[in-house]
């Protein structure tokens, strides 16, 4: 099966190979039936690193050892679902990871535009396998997933405990699936400078790819938090990581083209600028696979210094002096059809909007590649830490959420003091009203959370105006009641309701980071059952300490827990470490139960308001003397006992062990948080899936002819007559 | 506009780096050039086999990564569940007589997804 894989993934590396010559053959010559060919050679490298995936996951289910990669990675005691999931926590399943969601999305926008942007199609296709060439051939030459073990061992190293968690499964598949979908957009915008075909239709077609790359990257990002949320240790939901901060860099990007490529399909605007974001979306992305693989920065998300380094500094070279020789050289297709009218415009708020949200990736740059900018200046690698990144990232923030409040609702072209009074007051109102109640409630720690609820406040408002006036006019109009108008005007102009929804969503989960970081509460406590601690104005009692020995679905010991029950204002908490046995010979038959890996299991009492957070740290330097012993007797007795008769005993002990704690206990080290609204930052990131969904679900055809010419009427109308307001399509 | 926005920017970002950021230094770094008393320094690095804690101090050695000299480092704070020897760890440290002082909170630890063995052509 390793040969069947390797062979596999030989194809895939020659299929790319033979597309990209097969593709810019038939462009140049003008031949169908080469381009033809290319496109179905990219489905065939999709269909051979998708059997490459397959094999490698069955040997991951099967435990086959035979595999260096699952030997290293997995267990016959790493329960299934995590068994899974083993494949992508490896350097090499990553990559083939990687590479299949490539293969995926390419044959799938292949797919969809093979009657379409016949001119764009073979260059896009050949830059997707050009992505496709590298990432096989770095397996093929580098890190290849079906690498043979040295020798073939009776048990792996098993996932380690802390990747085992339902987090694991989706987190970087996500995150991956992002990185990969935006290779779409980049294919097609390298295809349209190639082509000087640099009109909207790229954009339209590719738009549903960004969007989807947009959630999934976005999703992704917020998956991970909430998992580290969940961990001790791991910084809480965000720690400016140079790995965390290289996957919000393209998805920064991306979101400022999201909004500025409106500009461009209404009015002809930006397009040196919208081209240039989706090229550096499409680098950032690898800029972010780069950090991961190559050791350049020191990053707990960073694989060790690997040879991966350079052909990912080379591949990332190629992409930016192609892209700036691209641009460079297209300027005269790229001039823009109108000029900026008004500074009080929809326009100019859309341009300010992309501003920040470039000077936020900006920022976020800055502060990655800092240690690598201190050095050539100073030759010291320097480092910068949370305030530094804050100082700068919480003004752009609240000036981004006034952005997206006032945005929407502006008119295009030039706006009048009348429109403005009339689309903002209201929602401007409501932002006062919020801040005035929450003085009065006496928040007043901090003024830049304060401004932000304010800000979001006004964002709600605005939002909750458009579709209340869009679900009056159509009520007027068709005589429908409430709820069937509403849903008649999403469905009919998903695009600008769902981008309502994701403003809203963004909001949501602003708020729920300015009120946690703003308002946190932490203790690290040591505590005796019965005494209590108050955090947050919430009282923690240590009640008693728990136990347990925990067997694997094969009858083997998998971890020892030793926990801790507790009370918080009445309602009962677990928190526990548990202990994995360590495959290491050298430790003694009992001490590698407490010398392997550990994890942290976190009690979690999560609402809308606050989270109440606890972690134990459990103090088992009492039960060395024992655990020595305990090492001593069985290493005396190895000989003299059967494998069976020796795990018997062992079993006996380690309870005898488990028991000597819960019945005298030393103090515990608590670490207790109470943490206001995180709950909010999950809920928004699902609301603005949602809308991102929303936004980029195809319309019926139909449908969308009548919302084109509508909107063709809008816009022609607020070209005649720019002070008219919007109104909904 | 834009560009003198973008100019401004930058210019603060460099001044706020420089002036907030902690060096980062390996332990062989540490003890070649004499740190300056009292400053802050990254260490980044491994820990050494044979480590102790009692009661809530840990003591341990960190050595550089790819090479054996080490520095002795006393830490208050909870260790992160991966602290083992061996592991790449990044804490902020103060130097106090011969010891490295660790700064409670500052310890961290690699993401077990990247726990591999290092390949580098060195």
């Known amino acids: ?729 | 506009m834009a560009l003198s926005a973008a100019v401004l920017l930058a210019g603060a970002l460099a001044l706020t780096s420089f002036s907030a950021s902690t060096e980062a230094r390996q332990p062989s770094e540490l003890v070649n050039a004499t740190p300056t008393p009292g400053a802050k320094y990254q260490l980044v690095g491994k820990v050494v086999k044979g480590y102790e804690t009692k009661g809530e101090t840990t003591y341990f050695r960190v050595r550089d990564r790819d090479g054996t000299v080490s520095v002795p480092v006393t830490y208050a704070g909870r260790l992160p569940d991966p602290f083992r020897a061996d592991r790449e760890i990044v804490i902020d440290v103060v130097k106090q007589g011969d010891v490295y002082v660790g700064q409670v909170g500052t310890l961290i630890t690699k993401c077990p997804s990247k726990f591999t063995a290092d390949k580098t052509d060195s």
Not at chain 1, 68 to 78: F, G, K, P
Not at chain 1, 192 to 215: G, H, K, V
Not at chain 1, 402 to 425: D, E, H, M, S
Not at chain 1, 550 to 566: K, T, Y
Request: proline share 5%; aromatic share 10%.
């Open chain 1, 1 to 729: 099966m390793i040969n069947a894989g390797h062979a596999c993934l030989i194809v895939a590396f020659a299929a790319a190979l033979y597309g990209i010559a097969a593709s810019l053959y038939g462009a140049r010559a003008q031949r169908r039936d080469f381009v033809a060919s290319g496109r179905r050679a990219a489905y065939a490298m999709a269909g051979a690193t998708a059997v490459a995936f397959v094999l490698l996951e069955a040997a991951f289910v099967r435990s086959d050892f035979e595999y260096a990669v699952v030997a290293s990675h997995s267990s016959t005691t790493t329960p299934l679902f995590y068994r899974l999931t083993a494949m992508w926590s490896s350097q090499e399943g990553s990559l083939l990871l990687w590479l299949f969601s490539l293969g995926l999305w390419s044959s799938i926008i292949l797919f969809i535009t093979r009657h379409k942007l016949r001119a764009l199609a073979p260059y896009a296709t050949a830059v997707l396998l050009g992505f496709a060439a590298f990432f096989a051939g770095v397996m093929l030459f580098g890190e290849s997933p079906f690498t043979r073990a040295e020798r073939i061992v009776a048990e792996g190293a098993g996932l380690n405990p802390l990747l085992r968690d339902p987090g694991m499964m989706i987190h970087p598949p996500m995150l991956y699936s992002g990185y990969t979908l935006f290779a779409v957009p980049f294919a097609f915008a390298i295809a349209a400078l190639i082509t000087r075909r640099l009109d909207a239709e790229w954009i339209r077609s590719t738009r549903p790819f960004t969007l989807a790359a947009w959630c999934a990257l976005g999703f992704g990002i917020v998956l991970g938090a909430r998992w580290s949320y969940h961990e001790l240790d791991w910084g809480g939901y965000w720690m400016w990581d140079p790995v965390e901060n290289a996957s919000l860099m393209p998805w920064l990007t991306a979101t400022a083209f999201l909004h500025s490529v409106m500009i461009q399909e209404r009015r002809g605007m930006l397009r040196t600028w919208n081209v240039s974001l989706v090229l550096g979306t499409g680098v950032l992305a690898i800029l972010g696979t780069f950090l991961v693989r190559s050791g350049v920065l020191n990053s707990i998300h960073a694989f060790g210094a690997s040879t991966l380094g350079l052909p990912f500094l080379i591949l990332l070279a190629v992409m930016i002096a192609g892209s700036i020789f691209l641009v460079a050289s297209r300027q005269d297709a790229l001039k823009s059809e109108h000029r900026l009218d008004s500074l009080l415009s929809r326009e100019a708020i859309f341009l300010l909007n992309n501003f920040v949200l470039v000077a936020l990736c900006f920022v976020v740059f800055w502060g990655t590649f800092f240690p690598l900018i201190a050095e050539a200046f100073t030759g010291r690698q320097r480092n910068i830490g949370p305030p530094v990144y804050e100082r700068f990232i919480v003004p752009l923030a609240l000036i981004l959420v006034l952005l997206a409040a006032i945005g929407p609702v502006i008119a295009w072209r030039r706006a009048t003091a009348a429109n403005l009074k009339r689309n903002l007051g209201g929602p401007a109102l409501l932002g006062v009203v919020v801040l005035v109640v929450l003085l009065a409630l006496g928040v007043t720690e901090s003024v830049t959370a304060l401004i932000m609820f304010t800000f979001g406040a006004f964002v709600v408002g605005t939002v909750m105006q458009e579709f209340w006036r869009g679900t009056r006019a159509r009520r007027a109009v068709a005589k429908e009641s409430v709820p069937v108008a509403l849903a008649q005007l999403i469905k009919r102009n998903r695009r600008r309701y769902g981008g309502y929804v994701v403003h809203v969503g963004i909001v949501v989960i602003f708020v729920g980071v300015a009120a946690s970081s703003s308002f946190k509460d932490v203790r690290d406590v040591a505590l005796n059952p019965g005494q209590s601690a108050t955090v947050g104005g919430k009282e923690f009692t240590y009640v008693k300490p728990t136990s347990e020995l925990v067997a694997a679905p094969n009858g083997r010991l998998e971890r020892i827990v030793f926990g801790a029950e507790l009370r918080v204002n009445g309602k009962i908490m677990h928190t526990s470490k548990d202990y994995f046995p360590s495959q290491d010979t050298s430790l003694g038959p009992v001490s590698r139960f407490f010398d392997g890996e550990a994890t942290t299991e976190v009690a979690l009492d999560a609402s809308l308001g606050k989270d109440t957070w606890a972690a134990v740290a459990p103090d088992i330097a009492k039960l060395r003397p024992q655990i020595e012993e305990g090492d001593k007797v069985f290493g005396n007795a190895a000989d003299e006992l059967s494998d069976d008769q020796a795990n018997e005993f062992l079993a006996v002990a380690l309870q005898g062990l488990t028991d000597a704690y819960a019945d005298n206990p030393p103090p515990a080290r608590f670490r207790l948080e109470v943490n206001p609204l995180v709950t909010w930052i999950w809920i928004g990131s699902l609301i603005a899936v949602l809308g991102g969904i929303l936004a980029g679900w195809p319309a019926k055809r139909g449908l969308t002819k009548i919302a084109s010419a509508k909107y063709a009427a809008r816009v022609g109308k607020e070209v005649r007559e720019p002070e008219t307001e919007s109104v909904p399509a």
